[in-house]
């Protein structure tokens, strides 16, 4: 799909069909203003029939209007003036798409960003359009003998804007948009990959595919290196596979002023596929498990982000990557671990293992002496009990940080809610054995899975987010990676970013 913005009005664009909007009280947008002066009143006309009558996301297509050079016309119902706002405005760009699908259009003239929304401009408007209609857009047919093909024949969408002094901040809409809209793209056919081709050596050869580009170095973190290091937790975990664990390192330097500035890290939880080890999960639903690896494909997404957008900023990826499976050399509930960081852990669930792998990657993440340090993972069943699918769990050790990814997920839309790691938790993790255990009992789940992770994070900002509930959709037959948080870290660079150029 095509994209560009303009402030041209609809007369330069004879070949295109206008969308254009309509308030409750049959107030007009100022483009459907427009074609009813051009038609010499053809739109109140139909108004007065009570045709149509405004309400969110009613839809009529018209077409050979009289004296209008566009030969179609679609109408979009914006409820009241006075309720309308952002989420409103994402409605009806989801209904536009949902309707261009269905008929035979081929280039589409948007009015829909024209009217004022109280603290969203138009940058912001054109990037929620761009990522809205490649949301809609989105197949994944790889394993299907017939490909369910999209039988829409729209290619180009042009926006229209009102004035031509926003244009160079829609252009760089544009570019933005269309490279997180891409990045989502990309973490949502990782997560949608099966487990048997979503390997850890997949997701490493994936990661080598970035070493081309200029400002990026590779480094893979093998379970020799491993060995070598002391990463303990993190080997059991994958001791049951037949896939050895490996934590390949996405290193990107664009900071102006050089490699030196302290980096930005994301680490992200990458079990290729989970079965909960010995202490083995339900078969219900079991399948779900290969979107373990979410963290890590949000991770590798984000870099793939910041290499195109050419962002100026040090930034790191860190995939943590292992399969937790079954088999003779599994780790066992009683196991006594000893951590990167030289804490030992005793094993009493081996479905917490996410917190196993993460703990050495945040140990080891420390020596890059990081400006911050954000998890990504599908951490825990009961950060879905708590917040559902709507809001990841966002837990940190630094108010400014965990701010910061607050107001980018309010921008982006895409929602977080923070979590207390409250010391009161801590006894949870308290092992008879060694220095904690690795599940702190059934109440607070989500929060003793952070307390865990904390432990490990005592020499930088640290942030945390719990995607178990929105990194994808599940109803019966319609299951998804959704892609988030993409959109949230994004946000949140392209805020970092504004403070170097
Ligand atoms: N990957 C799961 C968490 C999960 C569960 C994500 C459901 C999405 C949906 C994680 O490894 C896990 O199994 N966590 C356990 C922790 C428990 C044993 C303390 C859980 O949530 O049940
Ligand atoms: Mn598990
Ligand atoms: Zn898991």
Redesign the pocket.
Known sequence: MEFSVTENHLESYPSSCVVSGIFEETRLFPSTKKIDDISKGYISALLNHNVLNGKVAQTLLLYDIPYLPNKHIILIGCGKKSDFNENCYKKLIRKMILFCKEISILRILCCLSEFNIKGYNNYWKIRQTIEIINEELYVFNKFKKNKTKLNTTLHEIILHIPHKNELPSCKQSIKDGLSIAQGIKIAKDLGNMPPNFCTPDYLVNKVHELSNHTNVTINIIDALKMKKLGMYAYLAVGQGSSYSPTMPIIKYNGHPEGPNVAPIVFIG?G?TF?SGGISIKPSNKMDE?KY?MCGAAVVYAVMCIAIELHLPLNIIGILAISE?MINHASFRPGDILTTLSGQTVEVLNT?A??RLVLCDALTYAARYKPDVVIDIA??TGACVVALGHHFSGLMSNNEDLSNDLIIAAEQSKDYVWKLPLDDVFQKQLKSNYADMTNVGGKSGGAITAGCFLQKFTDKYNWAHLDIAGTAWISNHCDKSATGRPVALLSQYLLNRSSHNI
């Open positions: 939880k079990l989970d498990m373990d937790n479905d293992e996410g599908t951490l």
